[in-house]
């Protein structure tokens, strides 16, 4: 059974870079027909989806952080991981990856929802 | 952005109450809707994607409906393991977005 597991620093200093990796267990991130996103949900408030990774290299990220995110996979360790520039403390969330099960494409669009999460890990941006 | 809505914001029912969640797009997403349940301090949760189809594992007493812009969310007989918040999540389009989410809770 597949599973995904958060990881990486707790706490950011205002203005640094937040880096979180996600592992997967039990199933390869090279494996067709699925994404892979990041997700955060900021204290007490609803989710905001931060972008994915498709395993040809196709990424998308959120207009809102496009500028400061960035997706990346490393194959060889099967985990993804994100990078976030430049945090301030609305950047405070709980981070979740998760796999996005493709239903259809057409051209680099991927139609997908989100069957499988991790269980999250806390940031803070605190100085 | 699409912008998805959901209403009522909190809803309270007691066990074995019919419930039902609306959620609404701002543009047409066809039926490329999801529906997730959260507890606190846990990950979200699939129940529905592309609006009716139930996600394996997940109890019949959840149904999903709709296409277009309106979509509902129905519990048939509520149990008390289904108190906690619902998203709606629209994948028609970039970027991604939730609904604000509905808490059920107890009357």
């Known amino acids: 059974q597949l599973q995904l597991q958060e990881s990486g620093s707790g706490l950011v200093k205002p203005s640094q870079t937040l880096s979180l990796t996600c592992a997967v267990s039990?199933?390869?991130?090279?494996?067709?027909?699925?994404?892979w996103s990041w997700i955060r949900q900021p204290p007490g408030k609803g989710l905001e989806w931060i972008g994915y990774?498709?395993?040809?290299?196709?990424?998308y990220y959120n207009p809102s952080l496009k500028s400061r995110v960035t997706i990346s996979v490393d194959r060889s360790k099967n985990h993804f991981s994100l990078n976030l520039s430049s945090v301030t403390a609305a950047d405070t969330a709980v981070y979740y990856c998760?796999?996005?099960?493709?239903?259809?494409?057409?051209?680099?669009?991927?139609?997908?929802?989100?069957?499988?999460w991790g269980k999250g890990t806390t940031v803070t941006v605190s100085s | 952005d699409i912008q998805m809505t959901q209403s009522p914001s909190t809803l309270s029912a007691s066990v074995g109450d019919r419930v039902t969640i609306t959620c609404r797009a701002s543009?047409?997403?066809?039926?490329?809707l999801a529906w997730y349940q959260q507890k606190p301090g846990k990950a979200p949760k699939v129940l529905i994607y592309?609006?009716?189809s139930l996600e394996s594992g997940v109890p019949s007493r959840f149904s999903g409906s709709g296409s277009g812009t309106e979509f509902t969310l129905t519990i048939s007989s509520l149990q008390p393991d289904d108190f906690a918040t619902y998203y709606c999540?629209?994948?028609?389009?970039?970027?991604?977005?939730f609904g604000p989410g509905t808490k059920v809770d107890i009357k």
């Open positions: 592309k609006a009716s």
């Open positions: 990774m498709y395993h040809r290299g196709i990424t």
């Open positions: 998760a796999r996005g099960v493709v239903v259809a494409a057409a051209d680099i669009y991927h139609y997908f929802y989100m069957d499988v």
């Open positions: 543009q047409s997403i066809s039926s490329w």
């Open positions: 999540q629209q994948y028609n389009s970039y970027p991604i977005t």
């Open positions: 039990g199933g390869s991130i090279s494996s067709g027909g699925y994404s």
